[in-house]
């Protein structure tokens, strides 16, 4: 159930992302991705792994719905996280767009528990929100230092 349930979300997330609206372009949504991607991967394996925060189900199935969770629809959260919020010009919606991104995450974590695909043995969901908030930050200042330093206008007369 728990890989149908991740497979079903990683669909809903891409679909929405491929049909809203977007703030960024391609090359910034690629980057955004890799680089939620490259992070989430490493820092997974050391609480998973190397810490053992956290075990993984040995079921093979279940493992793809883990997979799923942690390498397609966490960073496209944060991909369509980051375009809605360059997107909106007022400060109470960038930052309820943000709660909602974090809770929607968590929310994926406690689905997580409840399909068995991870345990927690020492960690909980306020580790999780710190996590996922500081996920989120990196998503932001890296668009924006990218943006900085990649896009300039060229005057060609």
């Not at 960690?123 to 929100?129: C, G, H, R, S, V």
Request: net charge positive; charged share 15%.
């Amino acid at each position: 159930m728990g890989f149908a349930f991740f497979f079903f979300l990683s669909y809903l997330i891409v679909s929405m992302f491929i049909v809203m609206r977007k703030k960024l372009n391609i090359v910034e949504n690629t980057f955004v991705f890799l680089l939620i991607l490259f992070v989430n991967i490493n820092v997974s394996w050391i609480i998973f792994e190397e810490l053992d925060l956290l075990t993984v189900t040995e079921d093979a199935m279940k493992y793809v719905g883990f997979l799923l969770n942690r390498s397609m629809i966490l960073p496209m959260i944060i991909v369509v996280y980051l375009n809605l919020v360059n997107r909106s010009l007022k400060m109470f919606k960038k930052v309820l767009i943000t709660i909602i991104s974090i809770s929607t995450v968590i929310i994926f974590s406690g689905i997580s528990i409840l399909f068995d695909l991870i345990t927690y043995v020492n960690w909980n969901f306020i580790y999780d929100a710190i996590y996922f908030g500081a996920l989120h930050l990196l998503a932001f200042y890296a668009q924006k230092l990218f943006r900085k330093f990649t896009f300039h206008e060229v005057n060609y007369s």
